[in-house]
């Protein structure tokens, strides 16, 4: 069998980590199956969908690396799924309804009210002819509904959470169009499906009940059922749903600095028994990724974890890998340099700024500023090298007895402004022998 899995978001909003998880764990399964991952457009409403997030979500999961091997979109089928309908009309497994939204809802409450189950008890199909007259006449138009088999189990084997059963009699007979005759999302899904031979659906579990129905719609056209695998929800970090991950998107995250290779490291881990991992190499997570790893319980998304994760992927990152997003006069030793104390990409820039200047001014006591100068006038004698710092401290120890910190801190503070930084070895080569001498100069001034 050849595996193919789909992402199939509504371009009515940019994606957002949740669904971002979901198209990661497609890809992911159908590339370590060497199958295909198409990116199917859910654009039914016309109204809502914009051209603006499709480009939006097309360039978010090419920047996360999840190109799709193919592309659909629903909103160039609708004769598929007229053909179809007709097909299910002709079948009985479609008829129309003519309650209005608020009818549903006071039902809903009275059913609730006497602690029975709110689900739709079917009144269209007793309807009579004069009955269906008379809104029709009112100027009524039935929305449609698909008819569950009652008599049938619906049962399958989900990848994560084991034997499913449901009984079709507890579940309502799903609306699948609209009375303006606009399609909702469970028939357009099942036919592009079958037609589109899509063999695993890979999902959230708050679609569980929506499979059970789209089962007998697979069966109602004597289709084979794919593969189906719930994944536990995201929560955030205090361990519950929260409408932050709702609006947590790529560009957000874009404008924290971090890097694709993080969201994919964290994502394609939490939730599983895998352990999280600063791992930059996607096909080292593909080679792991299997359904069997992951459990029941809610995937905790944790920013500070991320945020933790994407520093020790920075430090990973080689110079080929950044060097468009770098200073043009970095080059590769200034990246090795200043590579170790990023938290972000977005420091990039400021570290530079140690080497190029200039540097923050600190205020020295009497003493050291006095160190400095004599600092400064060793440094004249010494022969510039790539080992040049080591010389010059081994020889200001000799000659003026200071070790350690009030040894070493006047001279970084002198020549970087900070109390903290990169390896001194390696950046007094890259700042220079001229700004060396400049910046001790001032900073004992």
Known sequence: MTIKTRFAPSPTGHLHVGNIRTALHNWMFAKKEGGTFLLRLDD???????????????????????SSDEEARQSGRFDRYQ?????????????????????????????LGQGKPPIYERTALVLTEEQ???????????????????????????LIRGDQHFDAALLSDPVIRREDGSW????????????MEITHVVRGEDHVANTAVQIQMFEAFGAKTPIF????????????????LGSLGVSGFRDRHIEPQSIVALLARIGTSDPVEPIADIE????????GRFGR?????????????????????????????????????????????????????????????????VEFSSEDSDFLMAARTALEDLEWSDTIWKDWTSALKASTERKGKSLFMPLRQALTGLDHGPDMNALLPLIGRDSVMSRLFTAAK
């Open 132 to 158: 269906i007259a008379g809104f029709e006449a009112e100027g009524r138009k039935p929305h449609w509904r698909f008819k569950l088999d009652h008599d049938k189990p619906i049962e399958w084997n989900d």
């Open 229 to 244: 695998a719930h994944e536990a929800l995201l929560v955030g970090a205090e361990g519950k749903l929260s409408k932050r």
């Open 284 to 291: 080292r997570l593909v080679e792991t990724f299997d359904f």
């Open 297 to 361: 319980a809610p995937a905790r998304f944790d920013d500070e974890e991320l945020a933790q994760l994407n520093q020790k992927i920075v430090h990973q990152l080689d110079y080929d890998a950044v060097k468009d997003r770098l200073p043009e006069a970095m080059g590769v030793d200034g990246w090795n340099v200043i590579r170790p104390n990023l938290h972000d990409m977005g420091e990039v820039d400021r570290w530079w700024q140690v080497v190029t200047g200039p540097v923050a001014p």
């Open 44 to 66: 039914t409403d016309a109204e809502r969908s914009k051209e603006e997030y499709v480009d939006a979500i097309r360039a978010d999961l090419q920047w996360l690396g999840l």
């Open 83 to 111: 053909e179809q309908f007709e097909t299910l009309k002709a079948a009985g497994r479609v008829y129309p309804a003519f309650e209005t939204s608020e009818e549903l809802e006071l039902r809903r409450k009275i059913l």
């Open 184 to 195: 909702l999302y469970m028939l357009p899904s099942t036919i592009d499906d079958i037609d």
